[in-house]
């Protein structure tokens, strides 16, 4: 039974901090359905024999499945993998695009999560009626988004929905740049990888405590920089999840030009000395 990878790095995050807590978890009715979760690693990180014999299938072209990132060297496998995981040699720039976001989500994680577990991610490549796309996902269980947020913005303490709201924003987080990035890039993050996801026709998915966002798929690439103006879904979540989850996906055939394309979502930082550009996608 396929089950979305943002729904199995939840359960591997979730599971992780369970067992860390000293708790064990079980699992109940677990039949023969089981093994697309079983072949993605999720039982190890819960800590569960699902007592069937697993075939192991080749994972290159199809998925990456649940890893557990803690170090910067954890971050460099990771897109290694996905590089082997999309077959794109022929396609550097839809690679360039990934790997990005990848990095930059990853990157997010060390950086500000304060999990002792770490983050968990896997990544999915669907080829199905000639459309190719690449589903990721990132989920931890660290001190969540509004909680980090609040050092420097206090009144976003114990509001998720303004907190996810200032984090789609760019020049908030003030982290590091990263691949592809420059100072001016710093802390934008969740912004360009958003952009990323909608400029390609994708969706971008946040949700920490009991807020969660969903940028719809469109078939308009302009760039609104405020992530309300864009069309969304904002809910509040019935039971609070302690920590980050962040899903994308990306059709690749409609990244052109990465560098480019980049450049001109790097354009539409606001900055007093710069016009915004329109971005461009094939």
């Known amino acids: 039974m396929h089950t979305?990878?943002?729904?199995?790095?939840?359960?591997?995050?979730?599971?992780?901090?369970?067992?860390?807590?000293?708790?064990?978890?079980?699992?109940?009715n677990l039949t023969s359905r089981a093994k697309y979760a079983a072949r993605m690693k999720l039982f190890e990180f819960l800590g569960v024999d699902p007592h069937f014999v697993i075939q192991e299938h080749e994972e290159a072209g199809r998925f990456v499945p649940i890893r557990n990132i803690r170090t910067p060297a954890d971050i460099?496998?990771?897109?290694?993998?996905?590089?082997?995981?999309?077959?794109?040699?022929?396609?550097q720039e839809a690679l360039a695009a990934v790997q990005y976001c990848v990095s930059e989500l990853l990157r997010n994680v060390l950086e500000h999560?304060?999990?002792?577990?770490?983050?968990?991610?896997?990544?999915?490549?669907?080829?199905?009626?000639?459309?190719?796309?690449?589903?990721?996902?990132?989920?931890?269980?660290?001190?969540?988004?509004?909680?980090?947020?609040?050092?420097?913005?206090?009144?976003?303490?114990?509001?998720?929905?303004?907190?996810?709201a200032l984090?789609?924003?760019?020049?908030?987080?003030?982290?590091?740049?990263?691949?592809?990035?420059t100072s001016e890039n710093a802390g934008a993050?969740?912004?360009?990888?958003?952009?990323?996801?909608?400029?390609?026709?994708?969706?971008?998915?946040?949700?920490?405590?009991?807020?969660?966002?969903?940028l719809r798929r469109s078939r308009t690439a302009k760039i609104l920089v405020d992530p309300m103006e864009e069309n969304h879904d904002l809910w509040r979540v019935r039971s609070n999840w302690q920590g980050t989850?962040?899903?994308?996906?990306?059709p690749i055939d409609n990244i052109a030009d990465f560098q480019e394309y980049f450049k001109s979502i790097s354009d539409q930082i606001p900055r007093p000395d710069r016009k915004h550009r329109k971005i461009q996608f094939t």
Do not use: N
């Not at 460099?76 to 040699?89: C, F, N, Q, T, Y």
């Not at 983050?119 to 000639?130: E, I, L, P, Q, T």
């Not at 987080?173 to 990263?178: E, K, S, W």
């Open 167 to 181: 984090a789609m924003l760019p020049g908030i987080t003030g982290a590091r740049p990263g691949l592809y990035g």
């Open 76 to 91: 460099r496998s990771v897109i290694a993998d996905v590089s082997v995981l999309l077959h794109l040699d022929h396609d």
């Open 245 to 250: 989850v962040v899903a994308m996906e990306i």
């Open 4 to 28: 979305e990878p943002f729904a199995l790095t939840m359960a591997a995050a979730w599971g992780a901090r369970c067992r860390g807590q000293g708790l064990k978890v079980s699992l109940k």
């Open 113 to 164: 999560s304060q999990s002792p577990d770490g983050g968990f991610v896997c990544a999915h490549y669907y080829s199905k009626s000639g459309l190719k796309r690449v589903s990721i996902a990132i989920a931890d269980c660290g001190q969540g988004i509004a909680a980090h947020l609040a050092a420097t913005y206090p009144d976003v303490r114990g509001d998720d929905e303004q907190a996810l």
């Open 189 to 214: 993050g969740l912004f360009i990888t958003r952009c990323i996801a909608k400029g390609s026709g994708g969706y971008f998915f946040l949700m920490s405590g009991r807020a969660a966002y969903r």
